[in-house]
Every structure is written in structure tokens, then in C-alpha cells.
């Protein structure tokens, strides 16, 4: 087994040049300009592994952070929050196959969670993709070098911390499916590939679609609270499962407070209607919401910039229900939506249905 970088015996000859993101700026740094392309929750889905003795390898994908449950014991051993393979590997590594949450995307970082693995995490991992319409064909390639290039080269991980590289010059090309391989066996908690999905839009110019869907290209930019759940769950497809998977503030005890998240669209387009979904929000919905658009080259612009036009006024909203809203502006090209709840609360999703302006 691989104790050293030298004693490796699967070498990755085209490094690519990272710089390292503290622990303390990963958020900073990709959540504002990317998407986790992997998500469970966009759609990134385990094809295969090399093992999963302890800890199954779809815990790599969870959204949340890791948690721990001390002297919680099941049939393999110790519980684990994660992905962890049996001990002594005869192999150069473990390895897990994904495919990615959108049709392709290009990458930007990535960050490896060794959370609650002290005694039992990855000495080291690598980053590997390609791009392929053949599930079948990549996971025949097992551990073998098959079709994959690099995408961030043989880095060593500690104990119990949040890694995280970012590529100095992100990837031009896109890519469908990925391989973490972990030298050589142990734990990691989550996993996360950061970049941009590049959607594959309908052939006809006309045809209406969201225009704000993460898979679509949109990204939730910034916001002013997400104490209980964070603004990129706003653009993920489907109704979500509870409430922890949208967007939620803290409660607000001053008068004329609001709250507001920005979204950049993934196209230019004219917006027809909106759709706000209050899934799951029985107790803590927003009494109610206004949404505002504006065209800017600006990749996050503030909420008060004064370019923001009201498309649709305050309006009531239900607990638990799909609102829908047509837009007072359908003419105009927008590149943001901007999503105003008056005075606070919780929204499960936010759909921008339009044109892509052509």
C-alpha cells in the first residue's frame, strides 16, 4: 500500500497546475460563481466502485455536511458519514466512477471531506473525467487508465479537514462522468466538483424552458440570509424531500425587513412566467414574495443596483404550494432574477420559464 506520493504506482504524468483553497474559503470561493456538478440532489449519480466494505459510496455525493454518530456500530464496523473501503488494498487505488448531475459541464475545483476519518482517511486522491454517452463503456474501464484524463493530479489529504484545489486555468473541456480514486484505500466523507453545467438547449430558439434550472446553467449568486438552508438549493430540479433542501432565513424582528436571493439566468432570455414553490414550508413560508429582473454584464450584482425592474408585485403566498406568476415584462432580455420574501421565511424552488434571447 501507498504510504509516500513516490510509492504510488499510478502515476499521472499530465499534472495540472491547483492552488490550494483554505478550508475556510471553499464556500467563498466556488458557491457564488459554480454548482457541485456531482450533487445527489442535481442528479449526480455513483455508476461504480471498487469497494464500499464500511461506508457506502453514494454518501459521497450528499449535499449536507457530514455529521457523527460515536460508537453507532452496524455488520462491517463503524458507522461512517461517508465512503470508506476495507483495509490493506492490493491494488495502486480505490476508486468510485460518477456521473455527473447535467448533461456535461467544465470544472473549476474540487473539495475532498475527510470529516470524522482520523484513523481511516485517504492518504491521498486524484480527479479524473472524460466525456462519453456510453455509461457502460466507462465503468468497463474499472481501474484501468481507459479513456480518463486528469483533472486535479495525486494531492495528499489529512485527518478530518475539508481539502480543496483550484484549477489556475479551469477546464475548457467539458466532461460527463468522473473517477476520485483514493490511494490507497480508506474514508472521505463527501466530495464535491465545482465548475458549470453546459446545458444542451432545444434546437428551436422559441421553445420555453427555466431559465434559472442549475442544470440549465443558472447559479444562485448571492443573498442577504441563508441561516437554515442555502440559496442554491432554489434552482435544483424536482420538489426536494423536506424542508432542509431550500432556501430558508432566520426569522426577522424588525419592521419592513425583507430578504432576497439573486440568481444569474443560464442564457439571456425573455421571462414568460414565474413558478415559486413553497414545498415543505407549512409553518414558515414568507407572507409574501416579489420578483425582480435586470439585463447587466455584472456576474452578481448588488440588490440595490438600480437597474432591477419589478416583474412581479408582492403577491400572497400558501403554505406547501407551486405559485405561479406571469411576468409583467416579457418582452425585455434578462440576464438575473432577483427573488424578494416579504418578510422572511422558507421557498423550496424558484422557476423562470422563457425564451432564450437568440
Known amino acids: ?26 464556500d467563498q470561493t466556488f458557491r457564488s460563481t459554480c454548482i457541485d456538478l456531482i450533487s445527489a440532489t442535481l442528479g449526480g449519480k455513483i455508476l461504480a466502485f471498487s469497494d464500499q466494505w464500511f461506508a457506502e459510496a453514494s454518501n459521497l455525493l450528499t449535499p449536507t455536511a457530514p455529521i457523527s454518530q460515536p460508537g453507532k456500530m452496524v455488520f462491517t464496523g463503524a458507522w461512517y458519514d461517508g465512503w470508506e473501503t476495507r483495509r490493506h488494498n492490493q491494488g495502486p487505488f480505490d476508486w468510485v466512477v460518477i456521473r455527473l448531475g447535467v448533461a ?15 484513523g481511516n482517511y485517504a492518504p491521498f486522491i486524484s480527479v479524473e473525467g472524460c466525456f462519453s454517452d456510453n455509461d457502460d463503456d466507462i465503468v468497463s474501464w474499472q481501474g484501468t487508465r481507459g479513456g480518463w484524463e486528469t483533472i486535479v493530479g495525486i494531492r495528499e489529504c489529512g485527518p478530518s479537514q475539508r481539502f ?79 424542508m432542509g ?16 436571493a439573486i440568481m444569474k439566468l443560464g442564457a439571456p432570455g425573455h421571462i414568460d412566467k414565474f413558478i415559486v414553490d413553497t414545498a415543505h414550508f407549512r409553518g414558515n413560508f414568507p407572507q409574501k ?14 440588490s440595490d443596483d438600480a437597474g432591477w425592474k419589478e416583474v412581479v408585485a408582492p403577491s400572497k403566498t400558501k403554505a406547501d404550494l407551486e405559485h405561479e406568476f406571469v411576468s ?31
Open 1 to 26: 500500500m501507498a504510504t509516500t506520493v513516490d510509492e504510488i504506482s499510478y502515476r499521472i504524468t499530465d499534472d495540472v497546475a491547483t492552488s490550494v483553497v483554505a478550508a475556510d474559503q471553499i
Open 104 to 118: 456535461s459541464g467544465t470544472v473549476e475545483g474540487i473539495e475532498i471531506d475527510t470529516a470524522f476519518f482520523t
Open 164 to 242: 480543496s484545489w483550484k484549477l489556475d486555468h479551469p477546464t475548457k473541456k467539458q466532461y460527463t462522468h468522473v473517477r476520485l480514486n483514493m490511494y490507497a484505500d480508506g474514508g472521505i466523507a463527501r466530495f464535491r466538483l465545482f465548475g458549470h453545467a453546459v446545458p444542451v438547449f432545444p434546437a428551436d430558439p422559441s421553445a420555453s424552458l427555466d431559465l434559472a434550472a442549475a442544470q440549465n446553467g443558472g447559479v444562485a449568486v448571492s443573498c442577504s440570509d441563508q441561516h437554515f438552508g442555502t440559496k442554491d438549493n432554489l434552482l435544483l430540479p424536482g420538489r426536494g424531500k423536506d
Open 245 to 260: 433542501d431550500g432556501w430558508e432565513t432566520k426569522r426577522s424582528r424588525g419592521k419592513d425587513h425583507i430578504d432576497w
Open 289 to 302: 414574495v416579489r420578483l425582480e429582473a435586470i439585463n447587466t454584464t455584472n456576474h452578481s450584482p448588488a
Open 328 to 358: 409583467a415584462d416579457n418582452n425585455s432580455v434578462f440576464t438575473h432574477i432577483k427573488l424578494v420574501m416579504i418578510p422572511d421565511g422558507g421557498v423550496k424552488r424558484v422557476r423562470a420559464f422563457g425564451r432564450r434571447a437568440i
